[in-house]
């Protein structure tokens, strides 16, 4: 730098120190929220206090919610932009919203009040106090639709408590959709409430963190008339002066496998979760797709008479990593209320570099358990009884149920004639049996079948190697691994822990659950 450049350097240095010029820094870049706000400067907005919620597309039910402020005549934002979820189909366009679609309505509404599970919080909003006796109405046809009454005052056949033996209504914003006047069967219960967890959808209301929430009822100031904005950018395009939002903050465009996962969901509503974390993992949860549906009926890994229906289900599309160290894009259907818990768990796996050889689906191999096993094919569902025990169903036939890397993770178990010819009498439990008879050890089965090889079944069979589980194997699931409590933390059973047949590919969840015999 010459002489004359440092001085100039220096003056307009000075200057800017004193507070007589404004030098702005070099490439600055505008922040979402600016590109919000500016994009609002024409709006006609009632009130003080803006939620805007911004959707990408049809596609998706991930969406930004961003908190604005008006001061002295300019929209200033208050908060960072807040990750949100919406209804499982996404955003109705305005005036399409009805009843049970499982979209969150655009448009412009108003913010009425704030209720939780607490006798009062931190909030200017009116404050209501939820209990097990506070209903609200969704019965189209009872005349206290779409309001928020006493459960022995009603006469409605179908409602929302307002009060859930889980923290997703812990607190919450009633949003004023549809509620002056009322119009039947155009929607009801529209609020904004924590999400149940990052990336589980709804049946129509904005939800995400519940520090964030907290923060923003604190805010919130009736005196401020607060209103929330939402809808996909292509609603925006197509509103009166709000055709800025449309552009304005939009996300990075998704990587090369969210659009591999998105590309097979393309077209398929009833998204039950859409997660994403940091690391780059991406899964999607939706109800079972009619190609799929028509597969699982073709190979008859689902057919009249199977424990549940199809509609029971859910289809996942989710990344991993492939033993060869590269992510890869893998298939499952599992119960619908497992389609959250297992989507996290696999998201756990992804963090850890957990590989996983293959992830198709079982009707790949035409519904064939054995033909599965052998291409180490990690799978869920099939309608299928228990190896050797037929007429009794499997919990793959649930949905509840998980096999990973069966090659690096065996199925064993003692064959019956050979614990006959050792003498076994067919009620003593097997682990003791096989312990008395000299494999007093923490596994005796898998103890006895190092031992003996040949009078045992190991599935697949081209996992006898790995029945020694002290390999260093990739893929190998070990005992107390953090692979293992990725499942076992969110309610599964691992069967490497069984002790007559040890099976360490194997994660279960209990079935009663699954089917509302048991909480």
């Not at 859930?164 to 006047?181: A, C, E, K, M, S």
Request: proline fraction near 7%.
């Amino acid at each position: 730098m010459n002489f004359i450049n440092r001085v100039v350097l220096l003056f307009f240095s000075i200057v800017a120190l004193a507070g007589c010029v404004h030098v702005p820094p070099q490439n600055a870049v505008s922040s979402p929220a600016d590109e919000v706000q500016a994009a609002l400067s024409e709006a006609d907005i009632p009130g003080d206090q803006l939620l805007v919620v911004i959707g990408e597309g049809n596609n998706t039910s991930r969406v930004q919610t961003y908190a604005l402020e008006r001061v002295n005549g300019k929209w200033t934002s208050r908060f960072t932009p807040i990750p949100s979820i919406i209804g499982r189909n996404g955003f109705a366009p305005s005036g399409e919203k009805r009843e049970g679609d499982g979209r969150t309505p655009s448009g412009l509404y108003p913010l009425e009040s704030v209720f939780g599970y607490a006798p009062a919080v931190i909030t200017k909003m009116p404050y209501r106090q939820a209990t097990e006796d506070d209903i609200w109405v969704d019965d189209v046809n009872a005349p206290d639709y779409n309001t928020w009454v006493k459960r022995s005052e009603s006469k409605a056949t179908s409602f929302e408590d307002m009060k859930l033996p889980t923290h997703v209504y812990r607190h919450g914003i009633v949003v004023g959709y549809n509620r002056n006047p009322i119009v039947k069967g155009f929607g009801s219960a529209i609020f904004v409430h924590v999400w149940r967890e990052e990336g589980k959808t709804s049946g129509g209301c904005i939800s995400f963190d519940e520090d964030q929430l907290v923060k923003l009822i604190g805010w919130l100031d009736p005196a401020r008339k607060p209103m929330i904005l939402m809808g996909n950018r292509s609603d925006f395009a197509s509103m009166h002066k709000l055709e800025k939002l449309a552009t304005a903050a939009r996300l990075a465009p998704p990587d090369a496998l969210e659009q591999q996962v998105r590309a097979k969901l393309d077209g398929v509503n009833e998204r039950i979760v859409e997660s994403y974390s940091p690391d780059g993992f991406f899964g999607m949860a939706v109800a079972v797709p009619p190609s799929v549906s028509a597969s699982m009926k073709e190979k008859k890994s689902w057919r009249e008479g199977c424990p549940i229906q199809i509609s029971d289900l859910s289809y996942l599309v989710l990344t991993h990593w492939g033993f060869d160290g590269v992510p890869k894009v893998g298939e499952l259907v599992v119960h619908k209320k497992l389609a959250l818990p297992v989507i996290k768990a696999f998201s756990d796996l992804y963090s850890q570099k957990f590989p996983i050889e293959r992830m198709d689906l079982i009707e790949a191999y035409d519904a064939d358990d054995d033909r599965s096993m052998a291409a180490n094919n990690t799978s869920a569902f099939n309608c299928r009884d228990v190896p050797g025990r037929p007429g009794v169903w499997s919990n793959h036939s649930y949905g509840g149920a998980i096999d990973i890397n069966p090659v690096q993770n065996p199925y064993i178990f003692v064959k019956s004639d050979s614990l006959n010819k050792l003498g076994w009498d067919g009620k003593e439990e097997i682990s003791l049996f096989i312990r008395h008879s000299g494999f007093d050890t923490s596994s005796p089965v898998v103890d006895f079948c190092k031992a003996h090889p040949t009078e045992c079944n190991v599935l697949p069979p081209a996992a006898c190697l790995n029945v020694k589980r002290d390999l260093d194997a990739a893929g190998l699931i070990k005992t107390d691994s953090t692979t293992v409590k990725a499942f076992t933390n969110r309610g599964f059973d691992w069967g490497g822990k069984w002790k007559n047949d040890p099976d360490y590919q194997h994660f279960d969840f209990d079935r009663d659950i699954l089917t509302g015999k048991k909480k």
